[in-house]
């Protein structure tokens, strides 16, 4: 079985999905925090939707990583690299807990997948499609140096498209495991 690699950042462990993962991945996505991403979403399509991404690790050799606070081993979020059918190419998406955000987690745990995507799977690219009122999501693309690509295919004509790039690497050194 392909499980995602452990990636680890100054504060963060990237690991793979396990079934304690769960139950407070459902608690949060049932909420109207889920908005930007068709929430609030049922037990039932959050458990097809983490087998999905689960599954893409052995699919595809990419997928989604769970995040956990290095310190205190608490699940805040997922950071991955996605491409379901619904997708024209490769999506760098996050989804942190509203008690892990403004802390700087997501842009930590973005660089990290999106350095792993360039610098160990050779791809040229990656887009971030963003629901055009999620600011704070907005905001992190552009923290990463991704622009926008009006041109690009998107999976709902009214998402916006962040295209990023190897050159928007900053070199940081994440250990891969």
């Not at 930590?108 to 999501?137: C, H, K």
Request: charged content about 20%; some cysteine; glycine content about 8%.
């Amino acid at each position: 079985m392909i499980v995602a690699p452990t990636i680890s950042t100054p504060r963060l462990t990237l690991r793979h999905h396990v079934l304690e993962d769960f139950e407070p991945m459902a608690k949060h996505f049932a909420t109207d925090w889920a908005q930007y991403m068709g929430g609030p979403i049922s037990s039932d399509e959050l458990w097809r939707w983490l087998g999905a991404e689960v599954t893409s690790w052995q699919w595809l050799g990419y997928g989604s990583w769970a995040v956990d606070l290095t310190a205190t081993g608490a699940l805040i979020g997922q950071v991955g690299i996605n491409k379901p059918p619904r997708f024209a190419e490769p999506e760098l998406g996050w989804c942190f807990f509203p008690e892990a955000q403004g802390q700087g987690y997501a842009l930590e745990a973005a660089t990290a997948a999106r350095n792993w995507a360039f610098e160990t799977q050779g791809m040229t690219t990656l887009v971030s499609y963003i629901d055009p009122p999620n600011a704070p999501s907005i905001r992190l693309a552009e923290k990463l140096g991704a622009e926008r690509d009006e041109n690009a295919n998107r999976p709902s004509p009214n998402d916006l498209v962040y295209r990023h790039f190897p050159s928007d690497s900053d070199g940081s050194p994440e250990a891969y495991a």
